[in-house]
Structure formats: C-alpha cells, structure tokens
C-alpha cells in the first residue's frame, strides 16, 4: 500500500523540526518495498514564521510538498488542499502540534492494512486542559454517538489513516475533519478506532473550546437530512437560530414560572407570542443557511479548494 501524509499547520512555527523529525524516524520504520509515502505539509495561512521553518527543512527522505495558504480559512480547507495534491490511493491524517504522536503510526499502519476503510485514533487519557477542551469534547462526542451510526469514543481526534475513494461530495463538505468519522460511517464504511497517545501541547495554543459543541450540533443536523454541503454559510446562519431557539425556550420557562408560581395567566403577557415568533424565527434562519448553502455548493463544488494555494514547494529528496 502507498500513503500520502497530509499535515495541517497554522502557527506551529516552534513545532516544525521536533514533528518532521518525529515523522520521518517513524516512517522509515515501516517503510518498504510495498510501502511508499509521501507527505504534504499545508500552512494554512499562519501569522507567525510557520512557512519559513518548514523551508528550511530543506530536503526528507521522502518526496515533500510544502504549501502555503494565502489565508486562514479552516483544518478542513488545508486538508483538502493536501487531498488534492496527494497521488496515493491512501490517506493519513495528522495534526502538527505535537500532541500525536508519530510513533503510533506503526501500529496505525499495521491495523489498518488488516482491513477497513479508515482508522480513528482515540485519545482515551487525554492531557488538555479538562474545561476548556476535553468537556467540551466529551459532551460533543456523546452527542454524536447519539445522533449518527458511529460509535466511535473520539471523533474528534485528527490522527486517521482512510482510504482516499472514501471522499466525495456527500462526506467532504463544512468542516469536515470534525465528524469525518461519523459521516463516513453513516455512507456505510467500515470505520475502527484504536487507542493512541497524546502529548501535552508544548507550543502555541489552541483555538478549541464550547463554541464546537454548537458547531457539531449544526453539522449533525445538516448529516441527517442533507449531507451535501462544502462552505460555512450554514454556521453563520445556524448561530442566530440556535440562538433564536435557546431564548424561546428561556421565555418559555420563564412564562411557566410566572403561571405556577406567581399566579399569572399567560394572556396577561406577552411572552406566549414571543415564544412562537422565536421559534419561527429560528426555523427561517435555519433554513435560509440550508438553501443558501445548496446555492452555492451547485454553482460552485470547488471553491476555495485551490485557489487559496499561495506558493508550492517540492523539497529536495535525499
């Protein structure tokens, strides 16, 4: 089997050594003559000395491409970037902050050539701040679980090996590293987990926390009765009617509060119609975001997939 290692980085300058080296001492281990890699570095659009570090890398062992994003756009735009430019038929996935571990992929590699569609690391003894990351991850995870036909304990976890005919237009779409496992699953593929390390984050920090949850919540909401959409305009709308969702509810305890407690109709308020036109309020802007990401994805399936590519090069191979 051949692999391309796609790694996303965005602000990781202090990161880049330490992981490529990691990485190639990894790899050599299990490469052979029935196993080729190649690796794709993506900066997706960094404001610190990211590119400039992976330059200066200068040559590996195996065939490299380095790429710089013009901008930050997301993890799954630079992923993407790096499935478009990969020539082997098998992907692995992994972030480059150092919290996984490439000493996991010998054994990643070896389980997954046993047989399946894709392979999942799971972070059983995470060492993330536990409020700031882990909780909310915890609670996202068991939404999904819930939600979908993966059973899967991380799905947020970036290290996977998948077979690359496993993406298309139905699994790729949003920020889809997030719930790729799930989405795969639910296209009826084979999806394992396996138990991997993780580090402490050394460097740089993390842009991960409560606001996921929502996120996972829209996602999960489109994968159940649409599944076909690649730009984010159904987060912007999907905020304000969550939004529009949480406060009904909100006037609507408030209401039962003042009839059962303090004795008051409902008709001696206003808040019995403000409950309902915030609930239509919340499914006109749920459904806004849902017809405009139909328009844009049939007008354009490809946008934002290349040509955000700023600069591209093939580094020396030794």
């Not at 299990?30 to 794709?40: G, K, L």
């Not at 296209?187 to 993780?198: Q, S, T």
């Not at 460097?203 to 009765?225: A, C, E, M, P, W």
């Not at 239509?280 to 955000?308: R, T």
């Amino acid at each position: 089997m051949n692999y391309t290692v796609i790694v996303p980085f965005y602000n990781e300058e202090k990161n880049i050594s330490s992981f490529n080296n990691g990485l190639i001492n990894n790899l050599k281990k299990i490469a052979n003559s029935n196993r080729n890699f190649e690796i794709i570095y993506v900066d997706d659009g960094s404001k610190d000395n990211t590119f400039e570090e992976l330059k200066k890398i200068a040559s590996n062992v195996f065939e490299t491409s380095i790429i710089k994003h013009r901008s930050n756009l997301s993890q799954s735009a630079a992923l993407n970037t790096g499935i478009g430019e990969s020539k082997f038929e098998n992907l692995i996935i992994m972030d480059g902050d150092l919290q996984n571990d490439p000493e996991d992929l010998v054994n990643m590699v070896n389980e997954y050539e046993k047989g399946t569609d894709m392979i999942i690391g799971w972070r059983k003894n995470r060492k993330d701040n536990f409020f700031t990351r882990t909780l909310p991850s915890v609670v996202a995870n068991y939404i999904v679980r819930i939600f979908s036909k993966s059973k899967i304990h991380d799905h947020g976890c970036a290290f996977k090996i998948l077979k690359k005919n496993t993406m298309d237009d139905l699994t790729n779409w949003g920020d889809f590293h997030r719930l790729l496992a799930a989405r795969l699953a639910n296209n009826g593929y084979d999806v394992k987990e396996m138990v991997v390390k993780h580090n402490n984050r050394i460097h740089g920090t993390s842009n991960y926390g409560f606001s996921r949850i929502l996120k996972v919540l829209i996602d999960l909401l489109y994968l159940k009765f649409f599944k076909n959409y690649k730009r984010q305009s159904i987060y912007f709308f999907g905020l304000f009617s969550f939004g529009s969702f949480a406060l009904s509810f909100l006037f609507f305890i408030y209401m039962i509060v003042l009839k059962y407690i303090y004795d008051t109709s409902f008709i001696q308020t206003p808040l019995p119609l403000l409950v309902i036109f915030l609930i239509m309020i919340g499914l006109i802007f749920l459904f806004i975001g849902i017809l405009a990401q139909l328009i844009i994805n049939q007008s354009n399936k490809n946008i934002g997939k290349y040509n955000n590519i700023k600069e591209k090069i093939l580094l020396k191979k030794e």
